[in-house]
């Protein structure tokens, strides 16, 4: 074989793997054959949804008013000493506000208040706002939590 046929070949296929590689590059949901999805993994969409469905980013939404929110983002919140944590099914959130009973690590330990937070949306944390075992709501009232949250008071205790 000559040089010139020998590069004339490798010209050919540098050609051939140029080309297939571009097809690669800007391949659709069209031009995907099941063969190529299968050798990556992925799943080729078909019909209709795969020309109209964009890829979406997955985000989580800000909650409304701070609600809901779990027990471990008031832990995180309450800096509560070690062992310590707050009982996710007494956390109760309304209007920027929630309120969580802490769990001592011992009986020995465990008081009978509560934890209150009140949530700033314009930085989007929580805060401790106190604790205690009989708040009253009310502007005026030891926190200034409202009435309407039904977080204080009897209504606390309602359920």
Not at 27 to 54: D, F, L
Not at 95 to 103: D, L, R, S
Request: aromatic share 6%; glycine share 10%; net charge positive.
């Amino acid at each position: 074989m000559s040089a010139r046929t020998t590069s004339s070949i490798l010209l050919a296929v540098a050609g051939a793997a140029l080309f297939a590689l571009t097809a690669c590059a800007t391949a659709t949901p069209e031009n995907v054959s099941p063969a190529t999805t299968a050798a990556t993994g992925a799943a080729a969409p078909t019909g209709a949804a795969a020309a109209t469905s964009p890829a979406r980013p997955v985000s989580q939404a800000k909650p409304v008013n701070g609600c809901p929110v779990t027990a471990e983002a008031l832990v995180k919140v309450a800096k509560l000493p070690a062992g310590y944590k707050i009982d996710p099914a007494s956390v109760k959130c309304n209007q920027n506000w929630a309120v969580g009973t802490p769990i001592a690590p011992k009986a020995s330990q465990q008081g009978d208040g509560d934890i209150f937070f009140a949530y700033d949306p314009k930085t989007g944390a929580w805060v401790t706002k106190g604790a205690g075992s009989a708040v009253e709501c009310g502007t005026g009232s030891q926190m200034n939590i409202p009435k309407s949250t039904g977080l204080c008071g009897d209504a606390l205790y309602a359920n």
